[in-house]
């Protein structure tokens, strides 16, 4: 079975959402000093690929503790968006093409190929979500959607569209997902998006990764 890791890498200085805290990662014991090496890390809850709670936009919402661990974990579809370009929306439109293939529960993995400008000041450029998408997103039924860009909503301008229908529907937000075009489009796959089990949190970084299921015949 092959496993695709889906996932930045955590490191000191990378890029993060513009005014979010940096990231740093130190040295806190050392083989040399002390009897083991243990890092210090220093992070926000939505450091590289990260998951976004109800709570992260909604005052009453829920917390990344107050789902099952089972919320995170499902089978679902990766669609190819790649032909999207510098601060274009994802339509609703874009979107009917793969009602067919959803199954109500379904994870939804959006493939724009954006993660490869990661790092770089064009990543903030990125495709987003309309209105009308994320509207789409919840009628299907979608549990979780994911994007391989830093936000669902635009970053280079506020408005805040997308994410407050999701959320407040219980759709989870997944973003910065890496390699997504590791990924065949309309294909299959079961997805992890596990988060760090931290108390009444608003998200958290996590480890991504799909698994490809060998039979992809029956797609309803």
Not at 51 to 68: C, N, S, V
Not at 70 to 81: H, M, N, P, R, V
Not at 83 to 91: M, R, S, V, Y
Not at 101 to 115: A, P
Request: glycine content about 8%; proline content about 5%; aromatic content about 8%.
């Amino acid at each position: 079975m092959k496993v695709i890791d889906l996932t930045h890498e955590i490191t000191s200085g990378m890029m993060v959402y513009p005014g979010d805290p940096q990231v740093e990662i130190s040295e806190a014991l050392k083989h040399e000093s002390d009897y083991c090496h243990v890092d210090s890390l220093r992070m926000g809850s939505h450091t590289g690929t990260h998951i976004d709670a109800p709570y992260h936009f909604l005052p009453r919402g829920k917390r990344i503790t107050d789902y099952p661990l089972s919320k995170f974990t499902g089978e679902g579809i990766a669609f190819d968006l790649s032909d999207k370009k510098d601060n274009e929306a994802i339509e609703a439109d874009d979107l009917e093409k793969i009602r067919p293939l959803i199954n109500k529960g379904d994870i939804l993995v959006l493939c724009t190929g954006w993660y490869r400008h990661f790092g770089s000041d064009r990543y903030l450029n990125h495709p987003f979500l309309s209105r009308g998408a994320a509207e789409l997103i919840v009628e299907m039924g979608i549990s979780i959607v994911a994007v391989d860009f830093l936000n669902v909503d635009p970053t280079l301008y506020e408005s805040w569209e997308a994410h407050p229908v999701l959320l407040s529907n219980d759709v989870l937000i997944v973003e910065n997902v890496n390699d997504s075009m590791e990924l065949e489009g309309g294909r299959r796959y079961r997805f992890a998006f596990a988060p760090l089990k931290l108390n009444g949190s608003d998200g958290s970084p996590i480890r991504a990764f799909a698994m490809e299921i060998s039979d992809n015949s029956d797609r309803k």
